[in-house]
């Protein structure tokens, strides 16, 4: 059965700093796309940062110059580190994959920031 299980949520102050983990288990399958989306409270899910297996990236304009994805595809992980965080960042974070192959998508139970003085 495959995972994804994400870590390093916390509560933070606005201004502070935030990596997040996603590892996953259960497959041999090579991501494709590994990313990350949240969903603050009243809002729809949204894409934060996704990175392709190529080290193709795409982030959301809101985050872009704050946030950076990387992988490390040897571990079959991905992350998420944050800076300048601001209250408007408040959110619970998903990890997602798609799988190469079966393209099969894969969301992790989600991770909850908080950005608050």
């Known amino acids: 059965q495959v995972q994804l299980v994400e870590s390093g949520g916390a509560l933070v102050q606005p201004g502070g700093s935030l990596r997040l983990s996603c590892a996953t288990s259960g497959s041999n399958s090579i991501w494709y796309v590994m990313g990350w989306y949240r969903q603050a409270p009243g809002k729809q899910r949204e894409l934060v940062a996704s990175?392709?297996?190529?080290?193709?990236?795409d982030y959301a304009d809101s985050v872009s110059g704050r946030f950076t994805i990387s992988r490390d595809n040897a571990r079959n992980t991905c992350y998420l580190h944050m800076y300048s965080l601001k209250p408007e960042d408040t959110a619970v974070y998903y990890c997602?994959?798609?799988?190469?192959?079966?393209?099969?998508?894969?969301w992790g139970q989600g991770t909850q920031v908080a950005v608050s003085s």
């Open positions: 997602h994959a798609v799988a190469i192959g079966s393209w099969t998508n894969y």
């Open positions: 990175m392709t297996d190529t080290g193709i990236t």
